[in-house]
């Protein structure tokens, strides 16, 4: 049964959750990507959260900046530094003595589970990323490789002031190529009917700011002749190394993060599970949600 709490966090950034599981079990945190929403973990919320499936205490915020959760109108706000302070503090408010049984996330959501992982790895059993680069690898592609950093372009589309005013019209007309422009083949897919549409719409219409100012907080974007972005970047490897055991699943089809962001990376990974999907796109976890929640229960067995 799915239920659905606000959480004040201690530093005093909102967040509203969906909610699976009893109270009492292991923890499972679910973190989105842009531009969705908690709603898209559902189906993974319901199943992990059965007693037949583990039962786990299963949770999905609306990230900061989405939805009806906290939405700070300051680009620094979106650093990855405030993003990891809340999923820690949602991770405490949750299970305050035990770590984390997996943290599961996808696009920008694996990004803040990556940082995490790295910084804080005691919080953290497992982690399970979904169609979201390593920063390491991200990086690497960004300043060398010429199909990625075309790939990765409409970022510099995204920082723009007016990106939310534009996204917005004709119906969110911009928005919804993202979902056929990121695979193989164009045009619609039989997951994005009108419920889940008006899923979407719903999130959307309170407002894009928020979502838009994690790429505008972030240098890992490709550069351009005003903004030396990623060019300018180096990390140590100290701030690349995950020492949490880590489940990798990869649509291949994906054509904003292409498989060459996988190359390489057990370098930063060395306890790294990887399955890669070859008819699955960036939008993995809409497609196929059970071959995604088999992946996850083999592993975390």
């Not at 770590?99 to 696009?107: N, T």
């Not at 589970?113 to 059993?125: D, Y």
């Not at 920063?135 to 920082?159: A, C, H, V």
């Not at 306890?271 to 083999?298: A, C, M, S, Y």
């Amino acid at each position: 049964m799915m239920q659905f709490q606000r959480v004040v966090l201690p530093h005093g950034v909102e967040l509203d959750c969906r909610v699976a599981g009893a109270a009492d079990r292991p923890l499972m945190l679910f973190l989105h990507g842009f531009p969705e929403a908690a709603f898209v973990w559902d189906a993974l919320l319901l199943h992990f959260s059965q007693a037949a499936n583990g039962g786990y205490l299963c949770v999905a915020p609306d990230m900061r900046g989405y939805a009806g959760s906290s939405s700070p109108t300051d680009v620094k706000a979106y650093r990855a530094k405030e993003l990891v302070k809340d999923i820690i503090a949602l991770k405490q408010h949750f299970s305050p003595i035990e770590p984390l049984a997996c943290l599961v996330a996808h696009d920008w959501g694996g990004a803040v589970a990556w940082n995490m992982a790295n910084q804080h790895p005691a919080l953290m059993h497992k982690l399970a990323i979904i169609n979201s680069p390593h920063p390491g690898t991200f990086l690497r592609d960004l300043k060398n490789d010429s199909k990625q950093q075309s790939s990765s372009d409409y970022m510099n589309f995204l920082i723009r002031e007016d990106a939310a005013r534009l996204l917005k019209e004709d119906d969110f007309r911009r928005l919804w190529t993202f979902f056929s422009n990121m695979g193989a083949e164009t045009g619609p897919h039989a997951w994005l009917d009108e419920a889940t549409k008006e899923h979407y719409r719903q999130v959307w219409n309170q407002g894009l700011d928020g979502a838009l100012n994690y790429y505008r907080a972030s240098p890992l974007r490709p550069a351009t002749a005003k903004d030396p972005a990623a060019s300018a970047i180096d990390l140590p490897m100290e701030m690349l190394r995950i020492a949490v055991p880590t489940l990798v699943i990869w649509g291949m089809q994906d054509t904003a993060l292409s498989p060459g962001l996988i190359d390489g990376l057990d370098d930063f990974v060395p306890d790294l599970e990887l399955h890669k999907v070859d008819e699955g796109t960036h939008w993995l976890v809409h497609e196929q949600p059970d071959l995604v929640i088999e992946f996850i229960r083999n592993w975390i067995r």
